[in-house]
């Protein structure tokens, strides 16, 4: 089986790449344009395998994609190539529409392309498996309600508008030209090689340089967070499992307030990296409150039941083990983070880019 991978240099994209080369016998083609979150880095242990391929390509190229397809000939191909993180999208949308829809847009255009040559039985193989969020669904109201697969979208971000776009563009492929898709939604990721823009590794660095620890309005906002590994096992299962035409929602049963998080990393911290910073007694001391984002979601929490009904599939980690495992993997691996803080990470990429 030959699994195209789209943005498998990124967070996300790493940890299923990652997986399906230590727990199958499937080939890998990464397809990653290694804008700046994309970090080769985190494939260190995979370039040397032979069932490996990376193919850099911004798939906002459509003639760049459609080689890509004609080349590998992929069997599935999980999309996850995306611009992700809100604060971008509300300075600069642009890319956002860019590649979530457009990149998008072409990629299934190739895939449909790629599908309809295709003999019976190499059809009856093939999917899309589109990988998206929750935060397309906006925010919650009540304080137990839950996003499932039925949710109306309400994206409330440049960002969550773009990837709900990128949504019903598969849908409608699939309705359309029977391309045979399937979409997951997924809560918030955390844990090893998370970017460090990204709230908790932010923090988890800020800590240990004695830097402040922001906060967006008064640490409210609640999240359900997700162990990329076990997101990882749960995007396998339904790249190999799902069924066509289904959406599954991806989540980790851990809703934690902003505050919360920022807290709990500060008291693991206290515990695992005793030697703090100069000036710093304490290190929840650093935590300081700022000005909220605009159009901040309040609430997401994904009810995660069709996944665990039809596929099997629950979260290994709670909370408390995986932010344990994402501190340490952190404390552990200074030479990853430096890196990226520094800029070198780009140095050593193919063709050098900056």
Known sequence: MNILVT????????AVIREI???TDFNVVNVDKLTYAGNLDSLKE?????????????ICDSVAVADVFSKHLPTVVMHLAAESHVDRSIDSPGDFMATNIIGTFNLLNSARSYYQQLDDDAKKNFRFHHISTDEVFGDLVGKDDLFTEETPYAPSSPYSASKASSDHLVRAWGRTYALPVIITNCSNNYG?????????PHVILNALHGKPLPVYGDGSQIRDWLYVEDHA????????????GETYNVGGHNEKKNIEVVETICELLEELAPNKPEGVVKYRDLICFV?????????YAIDASKIE???????KETFETGLRKTVQWFLDNKPWWERVLSGVYRLDRLGGDV
């Open 7 to 14: 943005g498998g240099a990124g967070f996300i994209g790493s």
């Open 21 to 23: 080369l230590q727990e």
């Open 46 to 58: 995979c370039s040397a395998s032979p069932r490996y391929t990376l193919e850099k390509v911004d």
């Open 192 to 200: 090893p090689y998370h970017f460090p823009e990204k709230l908790i």
């Open 233 to 244: 096992k749960a995007l396998v299962k339904v790249a190999c499992d799902g069924k066509i």
């Open 291 to 299: 000005t909220d984002r605009p159009g901040h979601d309040g609430r």
């Open 309 to 315: 009904t039809d596929l099997g599939w629950i979260p």
